[in-house]
């Protein structure tokens, strides 16, 4: 199974490409960053983020989206801005047929680490540490999109599993 793990943003949304072999070794097929102007207009860089985002699917062939919810707690503006990116993303998605995957913040950590009060330096640490990567993955974007991906890797087909199991009942 490969996942293409999104960490959402306006002018950097980061991107990361794990794959999961059955023996349950983590390999990592890739990370970087979609980014946009700063002054660019609203929509264009939507439209360039989308674009973007398009071509990586179709170029890297994922089977599964995993993208970061949002949080956010004092800037509004910065969060409708990131939400309007995150439903491009979603977008691009769902024109590919692939199914998505979100995850808090906390998840991803405790994904990631085992703990979801990790700082965002053991989730760095971790993500280089599982996909033995020989230094900490640049930028931070990319790094904080290959976390997301590991993320879906160790939870998502548990949680499957979990749902195909109470829908059965």
């Known amino acids: 199974m490969l996942v293409l793990g999104l960490d959402p943003g306006t002018a950097t ?3 990361g490409l794990v794959a ?3 023996s349950g070794v983590l390999a990592h097929h890739g990370h970087g960053i979609i980014s946009t102007p700063a002054g660019e207009e609203p929509h264009k860089r939507l439209a360039r983020i989308y674009d973007e985002l398009s071509a990586l699917i179709r170029d890297s062939s994922p089977d599964v989206v995993a993208i970061e919810e949002l949080f956010f707690k004092q800037n509004i503006t910065t969060g409708i801005a990131v939400a309007q990116a995150r439903g491009v993303m979603l977008l691009a998605a769902a024109h590919a047929d692939l199914p998505v995957a979100s995850y808090k913040p ?3 950590k405790q994904g990631v680490v085992g703990v979801g009060r990790a700082t965002k330096d053991q989730v760095r640490f971790m993500t280089k ?3 033995g990567l020989p230094g900490r993955p640049k930028p931070d974007d990319a790094a ?3 976390a997301i991906a590991i993320c879906h890797v160790h939870r998502g087909p548990a949680e499957s599993r979990l749902l195909s199991a109470l829908s059965a009942q």
Do not use: Q
């Open 13 to 15: 949304t980061g991107y």
């Open 20 to 22: 999961n072999a059955r």
């Open 106 to 108: 906390a998840e991803v």
């Open 129 to 131: 540490t599982l996909l």
């Open 144 to 146: 904080d999109g290959l």
